[in-house]
């Protein structure tokens, strides 16, 4: 049949845990906690349904939780948006990115994105017309090389996409980074997404460097976050959008006509939540710096080799010296006949690095998880 979409399979994310649950592995691989949300965001959940915040919120989200967001970026970055006319509340970061894209990218526009890149960056922009430019980042660390950008833009290029922390590598755009993308941009049209869902989940004292800290970026940037990441609920499916007023406007007109508005009453329980326990995000990052240093500890004990891992939940790992196995063989193996399932590098490029040996374990989980995962990885 005539297909719109026709390199798109089921997600690898939809697929490994399917296989998870047919073999009874430990599922390290699709990102999702293991662990119940804060108590006092489901009781405000609750207490929303209770109390009749039951029907369409404002397509833009409810006014308490555009305020607490910006509050909340005021805090973090030093720039507060404007909650009327630069904030929207959308159905999860995936929404955020597919509005953000069918807003600006006519057909036959190009779109530069940084591989391994998320899964839905790229059919989105098949189904706006756009043509997906593929720049590699590290194949180690997973920096991006300005220069292989820079040589990437075309005059038809519309919109460069971003993400740090990065999935799946937890990598993140330092300083200069910042600095070298400002320059790339200034005096051309090219827009911004930026994807900083992993905002909160940052370590070692580092810096989360937000496009909103910087004045010349946020000016042509869509700023995507989702509070699945960020309060443990990815199931609820609410993300947000921070772009310049006249931005929002397009990206309003998509959102309007996509889900139009998004669960009210976990708007109202976010809302509670940012301004009642800022500490929440706050303490994220040694939170989850805990867990990514017990896991990392115990990796040690195994043959799979930990990469560095500087944001974000997933945590890499090299086994060449367990297998030569391709990513993908070797990922269903793994979850098939050790019962550990992960997910594999090359769904997120166009052209994987030839040899490449790593797999993405994810550690948003409860001890007991990842004590159990890592039994069965001693046996490898
Ligand atoms: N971007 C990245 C980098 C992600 O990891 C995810 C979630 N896995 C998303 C976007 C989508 O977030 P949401 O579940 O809020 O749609
Ligand atoms: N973002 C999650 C991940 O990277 C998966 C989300 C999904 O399954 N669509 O694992």
New binding site residues.
């Given amino acids: 049949p005539d297909t719109k979409l026709p390199k798109v399979g089921t997600?690898i994310?939809?697929v490994m845990?399917q296989l998870a649950i047919e073999h009874g592995a430990v599922n390290l691989?699709?990102?999702?906690p293991d662990f119940d949300v804060p108590v006092r965001l489901v009781d405000a959940l609750t207490r929303a349904m209770q109390d009749g915040k039951n029907q369409y919120s404002p397509m833009t989200g409810i006014p308490a939780l555009r305020q607490a967001i910006a509050g909340k970026t005021e805090r973090c970055y030093g720039h507060r948006p404007d909650a009327d006319s630069e904030i929207t509340v959308v159905s999860g970061a995936?929404e955020a990115i597919f509005d953000a894209i069918h807003a600006v990218v006519h057909p036959g526009d190009e779109v530069i994105v940084l591989d391994p890149c998320?899964?839905?960056y790229e059919p989105a922009i098949d189904l706006a017309g756009g043509v997906a430019v593929h720049v590699p980042l590290d194949p180690r660390s997973f920096a991006p090389d300005w220069n292989l950008v820079r040589a990437a833009i075309s005059p038809r290029t519309r919109l460069l996409m971003i993400n740090s922390p990065h999935?799946?590598s937890g990598a993140m755009f330092s300083a200069d980074d910042i600095r070298q993308l400002t320059e790339l941009l200034r005096g051309t049209d090219i827009l911004l997404i930026s994807d900083e869902?992993y905002e909160h989940i940052v370590f070692d004292g580092a810096i989360h460097e937000s496009v909103l800290r910087h004045p010349e970026l946020r000016a042509r940037a869509f700023v995507v976050s989702s509070f699945g990441k960020t309060y443990h609920c990815?199931g609820w499916k609410i993300g947000y959008c921070i772009a310049p007023p006249a931005l929002s406007v397009e990206f309003r007109k998509v959102h309007q006509y996509n889900s139009f508005s998004s669960f009210t009453p976990a708007q109202w329980a976010f809302a509670e939540m940012l301004e009642a326990e800022p500490e929440h995000y706050e303490q994220l990052g040694a939170f989850y710096q805990a867990k990514r240093d017990r896991f990392r500890e115990q990796l040690l004990t195994t043959r799979l080799k930990p990469l560095d891992v500087p944001g974000g939940y997933?945590q890499l790992v090299d086994y060449s010296a367990v297998s030569d196995l391709d990513d993908a063989a070797f990922c269903r193996w793994l979850t098939t006949e050790k019962g550990v399932a992960a997910?594999p590098l090359s769904p997120f490029y166009e052209s994987p690095p030839a040899g490449q040996r790593l797999a993405?374990l994810?550690f948003a989980k409860n001890e007991a998880t990842l004590d159990a995962a890592i039994e069965r990885l001693q046996g490898l």
């Fill in positions: 997600t994310f939809t845990s691989g699709q990102g999702f995936s998320y899964d839905c999935n799946p869902v990815t997933f997910i993405r994810c």
